[in-house]
């Protein structure tokens, strides 16, 4: 109601749009979910892979294909899907997804800026299950936390190095994350961020890291580097905690426009070979009710308006429509024993509305948490301002809250089992997501759930680089990655031939309900507030529990969330978690044997294939391949396209996925000049040397 309207889109400009299906049988998902983290249970710890989780829960293929049909009769193009059939990405113009949900899209302006938006609710097909349709508004993106403030583009006095965080935060000796993969939820380009990651490798004496890409959709541009700083403070802050990590995975969407993120969520979700653990220092307000008047209860009040007695009415706030689908993907996810780690945010006791706002390391005026570390399903990480001694090995001098660190009570989510009964983690819920009183007077979502260094923004952050020159991370988009690190370590210490431990908040939450484990493997943070909420003895709304203190952290999960072995029927643990990945050096063995009549190359295009083997159950697991035309010493590298990428360094392929496992193959149709190739092919978390054919085109 306050924005103006000024127009309309072309109809001919293109939209991304994504339809969320609700599941068959979400009973049958909340009983398995529970024994899952129940010891009594036969169940417990028995994640399910991707493929056992779309066997059992996922769409019927007629409704899949009735969705599709809806779509491409509207002239939508189907981008990307996932395996359970739950979330689809489709594209087409303004006109046709006008014609889609028989609702008209409109331009508007607010606080000085302009977005499209639909006009009234869109209409679905009553027979199909879609609870969900994300992207009719260009104002529902997700924003860096580095884009919101929480990041100096200079170096800061009292600066913290990995080591010193290590040391620090007690890492256990031999415990470096081996054998495990951490992805990254992102946008845009990657080339420059993976090479400050190696550069920062060098510098600290660490091996240079892996790095796969995944771009969903695939046609995407993927061109942006706005958000370069966020992915370097992303890969370093976990490598630097995770010396031993196998690889980084980026699940890259083109922007962060809500409907292409949550593609690329999903990709992870679902993906056989993803790493167990994923960070995404990004968010937005969480969803709030389509009852304006809800946040202007006096029920509210203190929270209504924080520290700000001028506040704007909370019912301002434009909400966004991802986070039901975000809870849905996330929820599979903890069902295949994966971690989501995720930034609190960097406004205090609030959240940055994008239309209107400050945007910045402030406290903004309206009482809501950030998504999607507000989902019950994330381990959300506020941050801290923390200082070394200075001694060899470092210790800490002070560790306080840092003032605009995330966190508070969600007014709508309501609070999981494993929240319930925690001291000070009391504020209940007002009303549900729809507005409806359902859940008025349970107990609400608290966030974050723990805390790690953020420094801040001032005197106070660590060390990265960005562009080649060094530079200063800080805010919770700091805090994040190292805790998705220091998780790694945890996760690599799970005994080989098990299941793995499982979701990080089930285990932190059991040891720090116990007063005699909690504070073997939590500094409890008593110092400093975010505005509303401050750091209380225990649990508090600014830093959760704590920082951790890793070496106690590890033996304490090892107690209260044993690893276990695989039922003899279980569908096994998620791939990429501990010692799974220790098998890939047989499919390098086997890829190491590519030989020149394994290239089939002419001046239209070039077929890659091969086989692989002795990695698991499953198969040979993911295939990299990377096609180059020789340029002198650096080589330019074929995209997913057909089209040849500008020189560079032969030592940094530019990698698509093969399609196969056991056996693969990779096709690309291009207009291939005369010359010089060679193909390059490695495993997925492999640390072998791939293999390399050269081959000509004439």
């Keep these: 109601p306050q924005a103006t309207r000024v127009g309309a889109p072309a ?56 969705v599709r049909a809806w779509l491409q009769g509207a002239g939508l193009t189907v981008e990307h899907a996932t395996p359970v059939g739950d979330y689809v990405l489709a594209a087409g113009t303004v006109a046709e997804v006008e014609r889609l949900t028989s609702t008209t899209i409109a331009t508007y302006t607010l606080g000085g800026r302009t977005f499209d938006a639909n006009t009234a609710p869109p209409r679905v097909p009553s027979a199909l299950p879609i609870f969900d349709v994300v992207g009719l508004s260009t104002s529902e993106r997700h924003q860096t936390m580095a884009a919101l403030g929480g990041v100096a583009a200079a170096a800061n006095l009292g600066n913290q190095t990995p080591e010193e965080v290590r040391s620090v935060y007690e890492h256990a000796p031999g415990a470096t994350g081996q054998g495990v993969s951490v992805a990254i939820l992102g946008s845009g380009a990657s080339d420059s961020v993976i090479a400050d990651l190696h550069t920062f490798d060098a510098q600290h004496g660490l091996p240079a890291l892996p790095v796969d890409v995944v771009h969903t959709p695939a046609n995407g541009s993927f061109s942006d580097t706005s958000g370069n700083v966020e992915w370097n403070i992303d890969m370093q802050a976990i490598h630097g905690m995770a010396p031993g990590l196998s690889r980084e995975v980026l699940y890259f969407s083109p922007t962060l426009a809500d409907s292409e993120l949550t593609a690329s969520l999903g990709t992870w979700v679902n993906d056989p070979d ?54 849905m993907l996330l929820q599979q996810a903890v069902m295949e024993g ?103 007077g349970k107990l609400c979502r608290g966030v974050p759930d723990v805390a790690a260094l953020s420094g801040d923004v001032i005197s106070n952050g660590y060390t990265i680089v960005s562009d080649g020159q060094s530079a200063s991370g800080g805010g919770t988009s700091l805090s994040s990655p190292l805790w998705a690190g220091m998780w790694a370590d945890v996760v690599g210490t799970a005994p080989a031939g098990t299941t793995g431990f499982g979701f990080a908040n089930e285990a932190i939450y059991a040891i720090a309900k116990d007063p005699a484990r909690y504070p073997l493997a939590f500094f409890d943070v ?49 791939a990429g978690a501990g010692a799974v990945l220790s098998d890939t050096n047989a499919c390098v063995a086997r890829i190491a044997r590519l030989q020149r009549r394994s290239v ?90 791939p293999a390399v054919v050269r081959f000509s085109v004439r």
Excluded at 34 to 57: E, I, K, M, V
Excluded at 374 to 389: K, M, N
Excluded at 546 to 571: C, E, F, W
């Design 11 to 66: 109809p001919t400009q293109p939209m991304r749009i994504g339809i969320a299906l609700a599941h068959p049988d979400p009973r049958g998902e909340d009983d398995l979910l529970h024994g899952l983290f129940d010891r009594s249970s036969p169940d417990y710890h028995q994640f399910l892979t991707p493929a056992a989780y779309a066997a059992r829960f996922g769409l019927p293929a007629s409704t899949q294909r009735a």
């Design 274 to 327: 993803g790493p167990p653990i994923m960070n995404a220092s990004l968010g937005e307000c969480e969803e709030t009710p389509i009852v304006n008047p809800i946040l202007n209860d006096a029920a509210l009040d203190p929270i209504n308006g924080n520290d700000n007695p001028n506040a704007l009415p909370v019912s301002q706030a434009i909400s966004q429509a991802s986070e039901p689908t975000t809870t």
């Design 338 to 440: 994966r971690t989501f780690f995720a930034a609190s945010g960097d406004n205090g006791s609030s959240c940055t509305i994008v239309y209107p706002g400050a945007n910045g390391v402030a406290n903004e005026v309206y009482p809501l948490t950030s998504d999607p570390a507000s989902t019950p399903f994330t381990t959300a990480v506020g941050g801290t301002v923390l200082y070394s001694d200075g001694n060899q090995p470092a210790g800490r001098f002070l560790e306080k809250a840092w003032e605009y660190s995330g966190g508070n009570a969600s007014p709508f989510i309501q609070a999981p089992d494993y929240q319930q009964g925690v001291p000070n983690l009391d504020r209940p819920c007002v009303v549900d997501r729809t507005g409806q009183p359902s859940n008025t």
């Design 526 to 574: 008593t110092l400093g507030a975010n505005g509303l909420n401050p750091a209380l003895p225990g649990y508090d709304y600014v830093t959760g529990f704590g920082a951790p203190r890793l070496a106690g952290l590890i033996d304490q999960v090892r107690q209260v969330a044993p690893a276990v072995a695989p039922a003899a029927s279980s569908p096994g643990a998620p």
């Design 600 to 689: 089939h190359a002419t001046r239209r295009g070039v077929t890659v294939r091969g086989t692989a083997g002795g990695c698991g159950a499953a198969g040979a697991g993911r295939v990299r391949v990377a096609i180059a035309r020789l340029a002198g010493r650096r080589c330019r590298f074929l995209s997913a396209h057909g089209r040849l990428g500008a020189p560079r360094s032969c030592a940094r392929p530019a990698y698509l996925s093969a399609h196969g496992t056991t056996r693969w193959r990779l096709s690309i149709r291009a207009r291939l000049p005369r010359g010089g190739y060679r193909a390059i092919v490695r495993a997925a978390g492999a640390s072998a040397k």
